[in-house]
């Protein structure tokens, strides 16, 4: 088998699969390549690269060559389908996400005392996200949403790699693929191993020539993640994230066609998670701010389209989110409402005007019965909430 770009593929070739791609098509069944219409076709639908078996390549006219194989987009999944309730998942999500943090520690100790990771640990985990966040995406949301803003190191890889497989579920991306870059997100930031801790953990802003040492990180995670045999996808997503459209990001200073579908849905899922996190030395912003924040990078940093798709499928107020309501009550975010962003499903627990906590109850917005709107995001701190206490004690079951 031998991987080769799109631009060198010639009829009579047999292309055994898609390997790199700008959309998210698939060969329906493997076959030979007639003619130089079936190869447009090919690149029209955002193939990069193909798979071919040079064993197989046929040296006859296109009429003697067998018919090509379609090119078609996979079924159409509703990528808002859940098959349980997100009470019923959030037991199972939460626990997941505990050893996914362990695992993640584990890794980062193996690195540093020089042993390799764990590829099949890191697989089974991402498998165990893509399942979750097929079954009922809102409840891994959710938990991402609700950190401990002393564990970001860990937590930020475990969040970028949720949001990566509800993205790419949303965008209709086959299981495979959603898998490789599950697990390439949850190793994004494994090179910040090899960075001194004095300069990994400095709650002020770096120096410049902290900031030198530190943007190698991604050039480690793409040398750990590449070596360790994950794929090349991974290994993008690894290095790649802090690269810009405009060519201004790092380490390489990649830029436009040089830079996947994948590696544009990184960069602003990596982005969105920083900038709405808790730090010790900073207030995360609320999704809205982070929204418009990547909306102004657009079109020269980021990918708008990609960008659009990312808000439409975790919503204006993503679960997880601290609102209040006009009544003055103030709630986290528990379930999407795709037809009506603006309408969530709500868990009221807090009164904000008389400060003191009510009955705990779930108000869906959309409700017509429902004399009530969404008025705001909120942050914790204003109220003076542990969103962490109150998940543990009011949201799971």
Known sequence: MKTINIKDLEPGMFVV??????????????????????????????VLEVEIDPDKTLNHTPEE???????????????????????AELGQATKMYEQAKQLQEKAFTDIRDGRTINVAEFKETASGFIDSVFRNQDALA????????DGYLLEHSLNVSILMSILAKHLGFDRALIEELATGALLHDIGKIK??????????????????IMREHARYSHDIVKDSGLGEIAAEIAGFHHERLDGTGYPYAKKGEELSQYVRMISIVDVYDALTAERVYKIGMTPIQAFKKLKAGCPH???EALLNQFIHCIGMYPVGTLVKLKSHRVGIVTASNPDSPLQPVVKVFYNAKNMFHVEVRDVDLSDKRIDDELEAAVKPEEFGLDLIKFFRHSMLP
């Open 17 to 46: 699969g898609v390997i790199k791609q700008a959309g998210h098509v698939r060969v329906k069944n493997q076959g030979w390549v007639r003619d130089e219409k079936g190869i447009k076709h090919l690149i029209q639908s955002g």
């Open 142 to 149: 959710c938990i991402a949403r609700i950190r401990d803003k």
């Open 195 to 212: 960075i001194p801790d004095d300069i990994l953990q400095k709650p002020e802003k770096l120096s410049e020539n902290e900031f030198e």
């Open 301 to 303: 940093q980021f990918d």
């Open 65 to 87: 060559i067998p018919a090509v194989e379609e090119v078609s987009q996979p079924s159409k999944i509703d990528p808002w389908h859940k098959s349980v309730p997100v009470e």
